[in-house]
């Protein structure tokens, strides 16, 4: 129990760590109401995604992630519930993987099957110009790239159902 325990903090710690790290790139907190910040990152699968070019003037929903987080299996599949039912409606996802390496992050995606597009952040910047603290943390973007929810982290699959839906409005 104590060396689960120690393993989750020092896991916490090092994850803080590195978003804390300098890209760069100023620090913000990027709110309800804000521009979604650019940004281009590899693709776990191959290529590039740019924001907000790749989006064409759709909803997007960009969530952080890491292989660490207790709570980021069972959300990633909630989330992808959510795009199933709404791609076809114009609905947009990205997972994004802060701080960590493609074989750590593809190994996460193979074991809990979800088919939106996984980026690469490796460094943390993209993490770092959003304003990201803590896994996970959940923005809702919408056509506009305007910030319209934003959750730091854990949520039910209702929450996320609520917030994508009220994009496609």
């Excluded at 003037?57 to 292989?67: H, N, S």
């Excluded at 791609?87 to 701080?99: F, P, S, T, W």
């Excluded at 088919?115 to 959940?138: F, H, M, Q």
Aim: charged residues 20%.
């Amino acid at each position: 129990m104590m060396n689960a325990l120690l393993k989750s903090l020092v896991a916490i710690l090092l994850a803080v760590s590195v978003l804390a790290c300098d890209s760069g790139a100023p620090a913000v907190n990027v709110n309800i109401g804000a521009a979604a910040p650019a940004f281009r990152a590899p693709q776990l699968t191959a290529g590039e995604l740019e924001f907000p070019a790749a989006m064409a003037g759709r909803p997007l929903v960009i969530r952080f992630w890491a292989d660490w987080c207790k709570y980021c299996e069972a959300e990633m599949q909630a989330i992808e519930v959510v795009y199933q039912r709404h791609r076809e409606k114009g609905l947009n996802v990205v997972a994004i993987n802060a701080g960590q390496d493609r074989a750590t992050a593809a190994a996460f995606v193979k074991k809990i099957g979800v088919t939106y597009p996984v980026l690469l952040d490796e460094p943390s910047a993209i993490a770092k110009r959003y304003g990201v603290v803590g896994l996970p943390t959940t923005f809702f973007v919408d056509a506009g790239g305007i910030v319209r929810g934003k959750i730091v982290g854990e949520a039910d699959a209702a929450t996320f159902e609520r917030e994508a839906v009220a994009l496609l409005k």
